[in-house]
């Protein structure tokens, strides 16, 4: 970990929220199937889930507040979790958004 508290995959460490950049590569961005998929999966945890897109931010946890950040094709998101299980959500939440087949409900 680097001396700015930041892994060299862009994900933050230490007591503080979980953070990692992702590109979304879904041929139609973060549509409303994968939103779906990602905020199921969110709840799942105990962890606050946020996502980023620029000044925007939603509840990771609402599919609703995910449709609202409009992700386009190529675009980079961060995505937060703090919480007891933060490190073991982040990696499934970030293989959701990162996914090009993000809808499939079996990842």
């Known amino acids: ?3 700015n ?3 060299g995959n862009g994900e933050t460490g230490g007591n503080g929220p979980l953070r990692r950049t992702v590109k979304v590569v879904n041929p139609l961005g973060l549509h409303h199937r994968v939103a779906d ?9 105990a962890a606050a889930v ?3 897109h620029g000044d925007s931010r939603a509840d990771g946890k ?14 980079e998101v961060v995505v937060e979790v703090d919480g007891p299980d933060a490190a073991a959500a982040l990696d499934p939440l970030a293989a959701i958004l990162g996914s ?5 409900y079996t990842i």
């Open 1 to 3: 970990m680097a001396a």
């Open 5 to 7: 508290g930041r892994t």
């Open 37 to 45: 998929r990602f905020s199921r999966a969110a709840r799942q945890f």
């Open 50 to 52: 946020a996502v980023f």
């Open 62 to 75: 609402s599919v609703w507040d995910l449709m609202m950040l409009v992700v386009l094709p190529d675009a």
């Open 100 to 104: 090009p087949g993000g809808e499939d």
